[in-house]
């Protein structure tokens, strides 16, 4: 997506939405009234609540895009919802609390949870009636709860869904960065495990209590796959209407713990590619099981699954399906680039001529398929040049961590590639690669990046691909300004000054020297230490003489521990700043941008 972006597009994307709720939740109330497939027809029994339940959940997807809608249009509520309640890290989820994140959470939680309010008493009066036609009243409490917590799942499950996709809508629209997305989605998982786990072992209790009685004339009442049916209407209605506990049971015992169990960082960052495929085919597999399950499941999943569903159709049309030529290089000291085609990043983007022209975005990401090294994975690598009409995108990468095991480690993707490309090294030429895919450029919605005076990017390693892009591209417009009222400032930390050798960074380097108003600092923190963060953002953001006067936006990309050390330095500034601490600056507004890799 181009910064200037046609009016006509914007308002196609942005319609997506709402048009998209719209449809979504007037298809569920109509199949509320349609035959329907599931083996469990939640709106046979109880149809009032069934449409409830719908009309609350289409509520609670209305405001939250709401929400999430004024913070893109009013900056304040953007701030006041990005403001962080405390600096310190919530330990076991990795993140700090803002406002609006809290908010978000307390909603679902009280949507979730207040379902107790309309389910509870519909599902208690059916199995109290249920029980006492049986002579068995004692146990219903047990299929009660499982009931209203099986449309606690509902929710869950139709809102997990909604933050993935390669081509997020939520994220173009709502500007949000994958990694909020990816967020978000980890924590409604979370949230869906236990509740199914709640949901199972509540079920779990009523059958072991159907087994344990003796009366056969109670347990023709029930039948432990469809406790709605008895055996006499279970008879009737055939083996369809038994799949409510296998279903569910395949659902929640196998594939969701599995899903879970590979998705742990610990065994996600070993083997990303296990996790990932995993993940796409037994999600599938778990949407179409749970649809079984209850017909609920499905009209909760609808809106998702389109969004979903789109993105894969997305991807192939415009990357998966056909492959292009790249050219892959040994750029030295242990950098590889990857030239993609000029003509390509103009044609994928789906534009016109006269868009063709426009800026492109400083910050892409583009996802890497070479059958020749690997037939299924797809790697990602964020831009260090942007291609336009005259000059094609680049790509910048290293070979990944080392294993233990040198025979495991090269047959990781990056050092396979890399282990093709280095044969040639010594005609330093670059290799033609005949047969890849590529996907992007996937540009995160960076507002602040345009509205900011003065950038400061503080980046370690591989992170340098990002700000070579962003700093080129500012150079291009502002380069010639007085440093009061523009400037930027790259701190790349190193290990090894070698690492600096690298053709992209020298012509940057070249071209800073000519710009009064941008820096280019190298630390190599083998010989100089480790680099003080917040130091960094201090020395830029502080009050010095011939102060900064504007916005500051900072950018961090690196090692883990960079990125949090930088993130937690600009929110203890931003505190400051909000509270007038810092008199003697002219710095108006503190904006940072993490770009994190670990997804
Ligand atoms: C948005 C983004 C931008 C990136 N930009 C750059 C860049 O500009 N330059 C650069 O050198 N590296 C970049 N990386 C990292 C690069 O994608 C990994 O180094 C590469 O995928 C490792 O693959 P491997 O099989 O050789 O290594 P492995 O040893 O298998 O993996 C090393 C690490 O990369 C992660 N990883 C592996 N495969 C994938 C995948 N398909 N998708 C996401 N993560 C994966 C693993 O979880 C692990 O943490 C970026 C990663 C992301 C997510
Ligand atoms: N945006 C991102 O999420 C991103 C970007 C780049 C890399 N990474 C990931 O980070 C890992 C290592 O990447 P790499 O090999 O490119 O980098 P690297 O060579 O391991 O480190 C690069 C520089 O970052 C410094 N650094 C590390 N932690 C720091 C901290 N807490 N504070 C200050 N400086 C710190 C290192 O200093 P020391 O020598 O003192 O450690 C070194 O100078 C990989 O897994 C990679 O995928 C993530």
């Not at 016109?352 to 020749?372: F, G, Q, R």
Request: contains cysteine.
């Amino acid at each position: 997506m181009a910064v200037h972006t046609s009016p006509a597009r914007n308002l196609l994307t942005n319609s997506i939405i709402p048009v998209l709720l719209i449809l979504c939740a007037a298809l569920s109330f109509g199949l509320t009234f349609a035959p329907c497939y599931s083996s469990l027809c939640v709106e046979k029994f109880w149809p009032y609540q069934a449409r409830i339940h719908i009309a609350l959940y289409y509520t609670l997807l209305a405001s939250i895009a709401l929400f999430l809608a004024a913070r893109v249009v009013s900056k304040p509520v953007r701030q006041w919802s990005s403001t962080h309640l405390s600096t310190a890290i919530v330990p076991l989820v990795g993140k700090r609390l803002s406002v609006g994140g809290l908010l978000l959470f307390v909603w679902v939680a009280a949507f979730t949870f207040g379902s107790i309010g309309y389910w509870y008493p519909a599902e208690n009066s059916y199995w109290t009636a249920r029980g006492e036609k049986a002579n068995w009243p004692q146990y219903m409490y047990r299929i009660t709860w499982t009931g209203v917590t099986g449309h606690w799942c509902d929710i869950l499950m139709g809102l997990v869904i909604l933050p993935v996709g390669r081509q997020s809508i939520l994220g173009q629209v709502f500007g949000l960065h994958v990694s909020t997305l990816l967020f978000a989605h980890k924590v409604l998982a979370y949230s869906l495990c236990i509740a199914a786990l709640v949901h199972g072992l509540i079920y779990y209790s009523f059958v072991a209590a159907w087994v344990s009685i003796v009366s056969t004339n109670i347990m023709y009442q029930f039948i432990p796959d469809n406790p709605t049916l008895t055996w006499r209407e279970a008879g009737v209605k055939g083996p369809y209407s038994w799949f409510t506990l296998p279903t569910g049971a395949i659902s929640g015992i196998v594939l969701i713990p599995i899903m879970v169990i590979t998705s742990l960082p610990v065994l996600r960052r070993i083997n990303y590619n296990t996790f990932y495929y995993i993940h796409v085919v037994f999600a599938t597999a778990v949407i179409v099981l749970v649809s079984l399950h209850a017909s609920t499941s499905f009209y909760f999943l609808l809106p998702g699954l389109i969004l979903w569903l789109a993105d894969w159709a997305w991807r192939v049309r415009n990357a998966l399906g056909r492959k292009v030529e790249v050219r892959v290089q040994n750029a030295g000291n242990g950098w590889y680039r990857i030239t993609l085609p000029a003509k390509e990043a103009e044609l994928e983007k789906g534009d016109s001529a006269a868009n063709m022209e426009a800026t492109p975005d400083p910050l892409s990401t583009y996802y890497v398929n070479m059958p020749s090294v690997s037939r299924l994975q797809i790697h990602p690598f964020t831009a260090a040049a942007i291609g336009h009409s005259s000059s094609p995108p680049v790509l910048l990468f290293q070979k990944g961590p080392e294993r233990k095991k040198a025979k495991q480690r090269d047959r990781e993707w990056t050092w396979k590639l890399g282990a093709l490309v280095d044969v040639n090294k010594e005609e330093a030429a670059p290799i033609p690669y005949p047969k890849a895919r590529f996907e992007g450029p996937y540009t995160p919605k960076v507002p602040d990046l345009y509205a900011a005076d003065h950038i400061l990017a503080v980046v370690g390693g591989t992170g340098i691909t990002g700000a070579l892009c962003i700093a080129n591209w500012w150079a291009a417009k502002y380069s010639s300004l007085p440093a009061q009222t523009k400037s930027f400032r790259l701190v790349w930390t190193i290990r090894d000054r070698a690492t600096a050798q690298v053709e992209e960074v020298q012509q940057l380097q070249a071209l800073m020297r000519g710009a009064a108003n941008m820096e280019f600092h190298v630390h190599v923190s083998s010989s100089e230490g480790r680099l003080d963060a917040e130091e960094e953002v201090r020395g830029f953001v502080g009050p010095k003489e011939g102060a900064r006067q504007g916005r500051v936006w900072v950018y961090v990309s690196g090692p883990e521990g960079l990125l949090a050390g930088v993130e937690t330095a600009c929110v203890k500034e931003e505190k400051e700043l909000s509270r007038g601490e810092r008199s003697g600056g002219m710095v108006s507004g503190l904006e940072w941008y993490v770009a994190r890799w670990s997804l």
